[in-house]
């Protein structure tokens, strides 16, 4: 298990923190109504399938997803998870975004664990929410999904927690660190690849903390998915391909 460190709220903390929100604006645009009502593809057993993307920052895990989704005409979630799970529990999606993908009370929860202290709350202005409600709330959330329609799903240990249904496949993508870094800088041009390089390191280190907590497996690990991918090996079309012809010889898509 990995211990992540505490996240000081400075100047540049909130600074970094705030380009990030910017790199993620974009993927709070589909409604839930426009997933409810959009056909679905299935399974060649003709039931729902779902491909779980983990991913490093900047190795192109949402640009993946997004195509995935579009090339086999089934449901895309990310930040739409969020908004989704987010409502479930009766909060503002806004406070779930804080605390995506990220276990800031780390330490708190092993100490709950270990020592019979209450699990860490937060005060949302409805009432207050553990971190376990939260992860609680996406897993019903895509249990509920998987029953209904085939889709793609960014992250939020989407693999472990569909892990003993049929149809999953789960993928990892991860690149060197440099090609990371460009593709980071190339999305926001006022971030300087020092910073860059800062953020996608401790983005990564939130990620795995939050995944090794939840799961019992390791976050980037080839053992813990069914695919891992360098992304800097090919163009994303590529390797849009490559999952494709994946599926099919699992025999999960017809040839």
């Avoid at 909130?14 to 426009?34: A, C, E, H, Q, S």
């Avoid at 086999?72 to 979630?77: H, Q, R, T, V």
Wanted: proline fraction near 5%.
């Amino acid at each position: 298990m990995q211990f992540g460190f505490k996240v000081t709220k400075n100047s540049w903390t909130r600074g970094i923190f705030f380009i990030f929100l910017v790199l993620i604006k974009d993927n709070w645009t589909m409604k839930p109504t426009d997933i409810d009502t959009m056909p679905t593809a299935m399974a060649r057993d003709g039931k729902p399938f779902v491909i779980t993307v983990g991913r490093e920052f900047g190795s192109g895990g949402r640009e993946l997803a997004r195509a995935l989704a579009d090339e086999l005409g089934i449901a895309y979630y990310d930040k739409e998870l969020l908004v989704e799970s987010a409502r479930l529990v009766g909060i503002e999606p806004e406070f779930f975004e804080q605390k995506d993908e990220r276990f800031p009370s780390f330490l708190h929860g092993i100490f709950s664990f270990t020592m019979g202290v209450t699990p860490m709350c937060y005060y949302t202005g409805g009432g207050s929410i553990t971190d376990d409600s939260l992860y609680k709330a996406v897993s019903d959330f895509l249990r509920s999904e998987v029953e209904k329609r085939s889709f793609v799903v960014v992250g939020r240990t989407a693999d472990y927690i569909l892990r003993d249904r049929p149809n999953v496949i789960n993928i990892f993508l991860h690149a060197p660190m440099e090609e990371c870094v460009r593709r980071i800088t190339a999305r926001a041009d006022a971030l300087t690849p020092e910073k860059a390089e800062a953020m996608a390191k401790r983005t990564n280190r939130w990620r795995a903390d939050y995944y090794n907590f939840f799961t019992d497996k390791e976050w980037g690990h080839a053992s813990s998915y069914d695919l891992t991918i360098d992304t800097s090996l090919m163009p994303m079309p590529r390797i849009v391909e490559l999952v494709k012809s994946y599926l099919r010889l699992r025999e999960i898509l017809p040839e």
